[in-house]
T-cell receptor, first 117, second 113 residues
C-alpha cells in the first residue's frame, strides 16, 4: 500500500494555459474524489468517481474544470484557460465502496499546489 | 445542508500540555460521522479520529480524544501531552454515509517548546 499519489506536487502556470493533474489511488479502492483547498480554508468537494463512472460533478467550479477516470484506476483533473482564482491546492482521495471499519473515511494524497501567474 | 464551524483560527499550547480544538456542526440528518484531520505543511490530510452519530462513548485514539456532545452539536478534539510535531492545521469534518466530506475552515495549532 503506497497510499494515494498525486503528480505534480507543484505547478506554476500562466493565466490562460491549460493544466492537468494526475491522481493514483490506493489500488483496491474503487472510489476516487477530488477536492480543492484555497488558502485558509478547508477542502471543498469537486467531484467523485466510482470505478470509471463519474457519479457527481455538479460541484465542479465551472465548465473549465473536467475530470476523467478512464479505466477506473488513476484519474486526471484538467483546468482549461486557467485564471488566477484557480490558484489552490487540489487534493485527491480514495476509498472503497463499502465503507469498512470505523470512520468510513478515506485516504488523501498530498495534493497538487497550483499557482496561476 | 451540512455545515462545520471552527471558531479558533489559531491556538497556542505549551509542549506536554493538553489543548482543546473546538468544532460545532449543523445537520438535519440523524446518521453521520464526525472526523478530525491534521494537515501539516506538507499538505497531506492525515486522519486522526472518528465519531459516529450513534456512538454513545467518546472516541479515543492514543493522545487524541473527541468530546462529542450531540445535543449541543459539538465535536471538540482534545490532544493530550502536546508534542512539537503536533503543530499543524486541524480540520473538523462531517460526512453523511456514502457522501462527500464537508470541512470546517480549520484551526492552526502551534506547540511551543
Amino acid at each position: 500500500d503506497t497510499g494515494v499519489s498525486q503528480d505534480p506536487r507543484h505547478k506554476i502556470t500562466k493565466r490562460g494555459q491549460n493544466v492537468t493533474f494526475r491522481c493514483d489511488p490506493i489500488s483496491e479502492h474503487n472510489r476516487l474524489y477530488w477536492y480543492r483547498q484555497t488558502l485558509g480554508q478547508g477542502p471543498e468537494f469537486l467531484t467523485y468517481f466510482q470505478n470509471e463512472a463519474q457519479l457527481e460533478k455538479s460541484r465542479l467550479l465551472s465548465d473549465r474544470f473536467s475530470a476523467e477516470r478512464p479505466k477506473g484506476s488513476f484519474s486526471t483533473l484538467e483546468i482549461q484557460r486557467t485564471e488566477q482564482g484557480d490558484s489552490a491546492m487540489y487534493l485527491c482521495a480514495s476509498s472503497h465502496e463499502i465503507d469498512r471499519g470505523r470512520g468510513f473515511g478515506y485516504t488523501f494524497g498530498s495534493g497538487t499546489r497550483l499557482t496561476v501567474v | 445542508a451540512q455545515k462545520i464551524t471552527q471558531t479558533q483560527p489559531g491556538m497556542f499550547v505549551q509542549e506536554k500540555e493538553a489543548v482543546t480544538l473546538d468544532c460545532t456542526y449543523d445537520t438535519s440528518d440523524q446518521s453521520y460521522g464526525l472526523f478530525w484531520y491534521k494537515q501539516p505543511s506538507s499538505g497531506e490530510m492525515i486522519f486522526l479520529i472518528y465519531q459516529g452519530s450513534y456512538d454513545e462513548q467518546n472516541a479515543t485514539e492514543g493522545r487524541y480524544s473527541l468530546n462529542f456532545q450531540k445535543a449541543r452539536k459539538s465535536a471538540n478534539l482534545v490532544i493530550s501531552a502536546s508534542q512539537l510535531g503536533d503543530s499543524a492545521m486541524y480540520f473538523c469534518a462531517m460526512r453523511l454515509y456514502g457522501q462527500n466530506f464537508v470541512f470546517g475552515p480549520g484551526t492552526r495549532l502551534s506547540v511551543l517548546p
